[in-house]
């Protein structure tokens, strides 16, 4: 066995286990940020959801809040993440007012 062998199956371990610790933390790390975006995007329809706006306007006004507040929360979001908050927010407003 070589020694490049013989080092590469002593670091193999450590980072198998890095990469696995990396994975865990970024995945813990993307449901907190997906949870706090869904918290703003539920406050923002609910919001507007009193205002007289049509549908679209409500749209572009509901991503434009999120991400304005997003970023001053220090959370930099991809647009579609944005509209998908979106949706699942209102699809929860819409069950909340429909059992109402």
């Known amino acids: 066995m070589s020694l490049w062998t013989k080092i590469v199956n002593f670091f193999n371990p450590a980072i198998r286990w890095f990469r696995a610790f990396i994975k865990e933390l970024f995945d813990a790390v993307m449901e907190v940020l997906i949870a706090e975006l ?48 979106i949706e699942l927010a209102y699809a929860h407003f819409r069950k909340l007012t429909k059992n109402n």
């Open 38 to 85: 869904v918290k703003i995007a539920k406050e923002v329809v609910e919001e507007l959801a009193k205002k007289d706006l049509s549908s679209e306007d409500k749209r572009k006004a509901a991503f434009n809040s999120i991400k304005e507040i997003a970023l001053n929360k220090g959370i930099d979001i991809k647009d579609h993440l944005i509209n998908l908050a």
